[in-house]
């Protein structure tokens, strides 16, 4: 019979802990048998990776009691727009890396599509379609920088362009806020927009150069922050949604290559391959001020024929 100690068999590292060396494997033997062999998979690694966490710092009833009441915090400052658990996670690094887990490939050649990175809870299945050359900027606020963003989505292994590609994308406005967040100052769907390519597969439209905002402190991710001596900004992004049904479709984050937050993100987001470099502009026809240009590399589905996109946390009525 196991004793209430704090030591498990695949956990072990040390066979001489102190700690009885049974009571993991024993709690993980009290699933039942029907228990879905995905499910038994990761709960009996969550379960593992905890009790060596406890084990490991050697954590104290008190410390424990502190981890409750946090964990209980998260839940409490749930409302809808504010998912404070999501952001637990983004501060923690795990959505940038469960993102990386579910993205990352290959070609034999070494041949990989643009980088993906996190796609962030702001993200909308009711952004139109716009025209190419359309403007996603409904509201102009008065320091914004009219933007001229143009590209070409390509096949990463023939460097050809691929027509009919769509390119989904949304940004915050100069004051750190999605429109979901400032129906004061923002129409829906303010820069927010839809754009397929042409036949040679090019796009572009209008947006604003990306402002670097923080994120919420108010609730318990802020607390976790303080506790890590760690800022709560982000760089400068324009989010991008890239699909098309015979591709694998790649979910990032572009940021300016001059802004200031890029190696301390406070999201763990940032990826060489995902910088923009705004240039000056004149004369354009409608008034841009700046000019970027970036290049999408997709990968044929033949690579990852299972793939697919998170696109389920945008209901906002979901959090």
Not at 59 to 82: C, H, P
Not at 232 to 244: F, G, K, L, S, Y
Not at 260 to 268: M, N, R, S, Y
Not at 283 to 297: C, F, I, K, Q, S
């Amino acid at each position: 019979m196991a004793t209430n100690g704090t030591n498990g068999t695949n956990g072990v590292k040390d066979k001489n802990s102190k700690f009885d060396p049974h009571f993991t494997q024993h709690v993980i033997g009290l699933m039942a048998p029907e228990t879905q062999p995905r499910h038994r998979e990761i709960l009996s690694s969550l379960i593992k990776h905890l009790h060596d966490f406890c084990r490991d710092v050697e954590l104290t009833q008190d410390e424990w009691i502190i981890g409750v009441n946090y964990v209980n915090s998260i839940g409490q400052a749930y409302k809808k727009n504010r998912n404070e658990a999501w952001r637990v996670c983004d501060v923690l690094g795990v959505e940038s890396l469960v993102d990386e887990i579910n993205h990352k490939i290959a070609t034999e050649k070494g041949i990989e599509p643009t980088s993906s990175t996190i796609l962030g809870p702001f993200w909308s299945p009711d952004t139109p379609f716009r025209d190419l050359g359309a403007s996603c900027v409904l509201n102009m606020p008065a320091d914004g920088q009219l933007t001229l963003f143009h590209g070409v989505i390509k096949d990463a292994e023939t460097g050809k362009g691929i027509q009919g590609a769509v390119f989904d994308m949304w940004q915050a406005s100069t004051n750190g806020k999605y429109d979901v967040f400032d129906p004061e100052h923002q129409l829906p769907n303010n820069l927010r927009g839809k754009f397929r390519t042409d036949e040679n597969g090019k796009f572009w439209f209008y947006c604003l150069k990306p402002t670097e905002y923080a994120i919420d402190t108010s609730g318990p991710s802020g607390d976790l922050l303080k506790l890590m001596g760690r800022h709560p900004n982000r760089p400068a992004h324009i989010h991008m949604m890239v699909t098309h049904p015979d591709y694998i479709g790649v979910t990032a984050q572009l940021y300016p290559n001059d802004d200031p937050w890029l190696e301390t993100d406070t999201v763990c987001a940032v990826k060489d391959d995902l910088l923009l470099d705004f240039k000056p502009t004149q004369n354009d026809p409608n008034g841009a001020t700046l000019d970027v240009e970036y290049d999408v590399r997709l990968l044929s589905k033949k690579y990852k024929p299972d793939s697919s996109m998170l696109m389920g946390n945008a209901n906002q009525n979901n959090f």
